[in-house]
């Protein structure tokens, strides 16, 4: 069997409705490995692909209609443009496979990606706004995950002369799937859990609600943050005490106390113990878009500027 016939019928297998030039590689080189597929010998000139051998492979599944560029990451095809010249696209369409929404799309084509701030609360029933836009977050780390996953894919990484294709971040374009993207770029590092029937990621529930008070302004606004913690938090409450103790910075413990304690009513030791993160004349604020005001809460030594 022929190496691009045996990754054909891998990438319909998978299932996924697109497939980056990366993950194209990772499974030619896992079939390379195999030397058989479905119990038949691979017709394979050398022990592990190059990049020639990439780009033919790819160049055949694109001149046979089983592959081609995605339209929202590569451009406009012309006449004039070959199989060669769109095998470095750095999406590519399954034909064979029914195409996917935004959320789908975005999670297969940069691994790290999740769905986060109003996105999320829509996801989770935590507010009533339609975002115009996809709320994404990635983290600013993307090199550093990007090595740990090329190590894990590929093993012997730093083999002499066994070429690798690199995992590297794709520009994302405005729109895709029809859909505005806004992209984030994070240094959290938060609890992710996968969407039923589909194969974008989100941020968990109680991140999300730690989101919204590290980020307001990409959920809607303070204003909005209060009142989804106040309709919403008491029944998250075991999802959002633990996110919040996990946060870093100081002022989220901050924010979060006074909303749970002050305007909710909520009395546990976990929260009390944020207290100890709060600044006797500093300029801590509920809202860190609008500027400083003397009302303040004396327990938690926040503005309320709200």
Known sequence: MLAHEALRIVLIDCNEPVVTGYKLF??????????KFQGEDLELKRACPNRYDYRRVVSLLVKQRYLQP??????????????????????????????????????????FCYVSHLSAMQRYGLTNRS?????LSTPAAWKDAALARMRSDYGDIGAPGQYRFPLSRIEWPEIVRR???????TNRTP???????????????????????DR????????????????????????IIPAVERAPEKIIKVRAGYL???????????????????????SQRLDPTKPFINSRSEKWMISLNV
């Open 179 to 185: 859909r505005a993207i806004a992209f984030h770029k």
């Open 191 to 213: 609890l992710l859990r996968d969407i039923r029937d589909s194969f974008a990621r989100i941020a968990a529930v109680g991140e999300t609600f730690v989101q919204t008070l």
């Open 26 to 35: 990772v499974r030619l080189a896992g079939l390379y490995r195999q030397r």
């Open 260 to 282: 749970l304690d002050e305007r909710l009513g909520i009395h546990d030791a976990r929260i009390d113990s944020w207290t100890q993160y709060a600044q006797s004349g500093g």
């Open 216 to 239: 307001p302004e990409l959920c809607g606004g303070m204003d909005h943050v209060v009142e989804v913690w106040e309709e919403h938090a008491k029944t998250y409450l075991r999802e």
């Open 131 to 135: 975002p115009e836009a996809l709320t």
């Open 70 to 111: 995605d339209m929202d990451f590569f451009g406009r095809i012309t006449p004039s443009t070959t199989p060669e010249m769109m095998a470095h696209s750095p999406v590519f369409r399954v034909i064979d496979v029914p195409d996917g929404v935004a959320e789908d799309i975005t999670a297969l084509v940069d691994p």
